[in-house]
């Protein structure tokens, strides 16, 4: 195999199915890497931030990882292998996921975009992974697969610190599982990088709202927001959710809910951007969504 840090003789089991797969993660005594996309993966191993072991297990060739469909309870499924291409051909994700459909398209160029997967996003667990977000905003569980059965986590608390995750060493990400819009919603997704494209994310955000008007008033009946880049790993903000829960929208909530939520990051300063700059920026996006909710509920639209 290619790639300058790999082991003295790198294996590579490319198995069709998904027992295979979880069959060889139980019996090997030996480290393996699952290899996807390969797009975060063989960037490590060619920067040396990690070797390649002795075995690599590439599941690309699992076609039955690589689906988008609508269940029958109305929730949607994704197999890890779908890739941000895929994400962004599909017309239920763009209609019911706008969020992920539009974070897909920022996501490096249309090679990286052709390869890389939503699984290997995820699994990557890099704080400023842009696919993450919007999958927090959208009450994401994941499925994780072993040769014992199945877990189904939710998203918001599968990250358990900085690059790291509640999977074991022998399980797969098997499906991704999010809530569709809610009629008269509205979703949002705003990255800020360097540049507009290729490039890695100062602050990425993502939100749900559902503004109802009762009377001369816009009511906040449920918000749900997912923030990356501003702390270990990418964020649920469930304070800024409960205190924005079934409130009359008001620019005084507004900037409440923004001191709430710069208070419930915890941005570093790093080669990117400065602890400072990611607050700011995050609470002028929470500002900015919150207030073309309140705005466009006030020209008399019911949704967005
Ligand atoms: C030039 C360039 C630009 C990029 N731009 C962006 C960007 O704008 N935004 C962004 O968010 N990312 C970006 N990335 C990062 C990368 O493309 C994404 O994180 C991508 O989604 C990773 O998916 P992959 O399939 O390539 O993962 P891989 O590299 O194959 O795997 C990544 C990690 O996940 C594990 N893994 C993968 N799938 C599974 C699974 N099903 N079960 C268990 N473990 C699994 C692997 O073992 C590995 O540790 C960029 C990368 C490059 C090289």
Redesign the pocket.
Known sequence: MRGTRAAARTEVFSPHSLEAAVQLLAEVKEPV???????????EVETGRSELPGLVLD?SRIRD?RFVDEGDEGAIHIG??VT?ADVRRSALLREKAPALWQAAG????EQ?RN???????I??A?P????IPPLLAAETHVVLTSSEGSRRIPLFSFFKGYRTTV?KPE????EIVLQPLAEGAHAYFRKVAPRRA????KVVFAGRIHVARDGAAAVLKTARLGIGAVAPHALRLFETERLLGAQVLTPRLIEDAVRTLRSEIAPIDDVRSTADYRRAVAGNMLRAFLMAGLTRSESGKAGF
């Open positions: 890497r699952i290899l996807a996309g390969g797009t975060d993966l063989m960037v599941i990882l890890p292998l941000f920022l996501v490096g160029g990286i390869a890389a997967t939503l699984g290997g996003n699994m990557n890099s400023a992974a842009d696919g999977a399980e797969l990400l098997t290729q490039a890695i994310s």
